[in-house]
């Protein structure tokens, strides 16, 4: 990846890591990492506009202490980042390291990035834990939104035989073409997409974990690239937003905190 310059802000937290994420994630905002050492717990906050951390420091409700703001590239800000691996669903641990010896079906290697989806997030919870129930051996996958390409990965590993993940933004696309290299695993193509403009083929599933109104959007033609049988993997669906998804022929729907899950056949 190339080098560019990134603020990073610095704060002493007290609070439980994922509680903080959810409500970073509520922001829609995933650039960021958990530290512990000696001195504490810290929380990172990683962004190119230093002005956007600022704001985020306004809306942030947990306690927090400023410790500092500092300039920093992207290769460093990589290279110091120290996390543990943790069980992301059952069976499959993320390791952000090179850790041995995990005990565990799948292990993914994902390094925190600039890229949603790091494995924390119930909506990317929810999605594996669906791809790993519906997912068989041979399937033809498309991951749409694909952020740090954890899901595709996951996929490969599950036993699909081909998988394409797309995603509109440039630094998730080489984020997640980094994890694919990372994780050794192959068939698994990246490309920029805006939704499936930019897909080609037809897929025996299609997983997408995104906002619900993207989703609807994707909907509209996606049986152009399903199969026949062919099933959607639905994630991102918070509460307030399920009755936006009222008419769909659901197989499954799972619920964790206040998001949603949902298998189609459409
Ligand atoms: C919530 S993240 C999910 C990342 C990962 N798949 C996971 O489950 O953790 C949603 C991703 O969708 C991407 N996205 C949003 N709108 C999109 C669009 N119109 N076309 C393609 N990707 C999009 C975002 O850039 C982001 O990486």
């Not at 530290?35 to 306004?58: A, Q, R, T, W």
Request: glycine share 6%; charged share 30%; aromatic share 8%.
């Amino acid at each position: 990846m190339a080098s560019r310059i990134f603020y990073e802000r610095v704060y002493r937290i007290e609070e439980d890591f994922e509680k903080i994420s959810e409500e970073l994630y509520d922001l829609e905002f995933s650039n960021f990492y958990s530290l512990e050492n000696d001195e504490g717990k810290f929380l990172i906050l990683v962004s190119d506009k230093p002005e956007e951390l600022k704001y985020l420091e306004e809306k942030l409700t947990f306690s927090k202490e400023f410790v500092e703001q500092r300039k920093t590239n992207s290769e460093d800000w990589i290279k110091n980042i120290i996390t543990k691996p943790f069980e992301y669903i059952k069976g499959v641990y993320v390791d952000p390291d090179h850790h041995d010896n995990i005990n565990a079906e799948h292990v993914i290697r994902i390094v925190p990035g600039l890229a949603f989806g790091t494995g924390l997030h119930v909506t990317t919870k929810l999605a594996g834990e669906m791809l790993r129930k519906y997912l068989k051996p041979g399937m033809e996958v498309l991951d749409l939104g694909c952020g740090s390409g954890i899901l595709s990965i996951l996929a490969k590993k599950l036993g699909a035989s081909k998988v394409l993940g797309v995603d509109n933004d440039k630094i998730a696309v080489e984020v997640a073409r980094e994890n694919v290299k990372l994780n050794n695993v192959e068939n698994v193509e990246i490309r920029e997409s805006n939704l499936l403009r930019n897909v080609t083929g037809k897929f025996d599933l299609i997983v997408s974990n995104i906002l619900a109104e993207i989703l609807i959007e994707a909907l509209k033609d996606i049986k152009n690239y399903l199969k026949e049988d062919g099933i959607v993997i639905l994630s991102g669906i918070i509460d307030s937003k399920l009755h936006l998804f009222e008419n769909l022929n659901v197989i499954e729907h799972r619920r964790k905190a206040e998001w949603n899950s949902l298998v189609i056949k459409p």
